[in-house]
């Protein structure tokens, strides 16, 4: 005889959405983290000043392939034990003073990859790979005979031809800051995505702050516009304003008047007059000031400089 059989109830999903500090709780002394973003822009500021509050120590960087005030911010707070990086510099600026000051004390490990390998060891991460080969000719580029731990050469099976492969690099965490997100971890990009979209497929998690969370129906109507599906994003932050001082691609500049700011104070004064000063992200908000917030966000609506 049939069995009569109650059906199941509609499985349920978990909002990712937590605070900045339960996320930046997440992330312990000793971590590796990847960065998102480029130069001056889509910079994952609020999770990073978190981190500087928190006082965090001996981290290891695996930024993008040109950044500037996250990894900067990082290592003038004495948080960075070893980087991996091509480039680390305030753009048109000039020199990351912190950066360079640790560099020529040796109070940080430097491990200078190219672009390319940037790039190549996250994609191997990504793939779980046990190494990326590079084009033919990256034997002719110096960082492979001067880092000879992270790139290696070796023979390819097909060819017999020398080949040179970097190993991966999988950080424990991967920070990125995006205009749209759903509780769900689904990203909504606007501009450049940059190195945010291998970042998020390459960390073991990932923390999405954002401009504007939205509800899943929102990405549902256009789902072409998510380039980061939910499942690669582990944790969700809502941070408005959170790039600061770096742009945020379709929501507003980045403040050039600032990082001048940083500049003239030097990276100890900035640390103790700006992030520690301002223990939270709404006291940064009213620090920076109401009218220079504004006059970023119409700027780039109004597409001026």
């Known amino acids: 005889m049939p069995v009569d059989v109650a059906p199941s109830p509609a499985p349920t999903r978990e909002s990712k959405v937590v605070s900045l500090e339960d996320a930046a709780a997440l992330i312990g002394d000793g971590s590796s983290l990847a960065l998102g973003g480029i130069h001056l822009h889509n910079g994952p500021m609020a ?30 707070a004495g948080a960075v034990k070893r980087i991996y990086a091509s480039y680390v510099g305030l753009e048109h600026h000039g020199l990351a003073p912190a950066f360079r000051r640790a560099g020529q004390e040796g109070t940080i490990e430097i491990h200078d990859i190219d672009e390319p390998g940037s790039v190549y060891a ?61 509780q769900f971890g689904n990203v909504q990009l606007e501009g450049a995505p940059v190195q945010d979209v291998i970042i998020a497929k390459s960390a073991k998690h ?31 932050v809502h ?40 223990p939270t992200e709404a006291e940064w908000a009213d620090k920076v000031g109401g009218a220079r917030i504004v006059s970023l966000i119409e700027g780039m609506a109004n597409n001026v400089l």
């Open 239 to 278: 941070a408005p304003f959170g790039a600061h001082p770096t742009s945020s691609h379709g929501r507003y500049y980045g403040d050039e008047g600032h990082v001048e700011i940083y500049k003239a104070l030097g990276p100890d004064r900035y640390i103790e007059e700006w992030v520690k000063a301002c």
């Open 47 to 76: 999770l990073i000043r978190a981190l500087v509050r928190g006082e965090r120590k001996d981290l290891t960087l695996i930024p993008n392939v040109s950044v500037g005030m996250p990894a900067e911010l990082l290592i003038a």
């Open 122 to 182: 996250m994609r191997a991460a990504a793939a779980s790979l046990p190494f990326m080969p590079f084009p033919p000719g990256h034997k002719a580029v110096d960082v492979t005979r001067l880092n000879p731990d992270d790139y290696k050469v070796t023979t390819d099976p097909f060819t017999g031809e020398d080949v040179v492969v970097i190993r991966p690099l999988m950080a424990d965490f991967g920070l990125i800051h995006v205009p749209q997100v759903d």
């Open 206 to 236: 990932v923390i999405a702050t954002a401009e504007k969370i939205v509800p899943v129906e929102v990405t549902r109507r256009a789902p072409e516009r998510t380039q980061i599906a939910g499942f690669f994003v582990d944790t969700v």
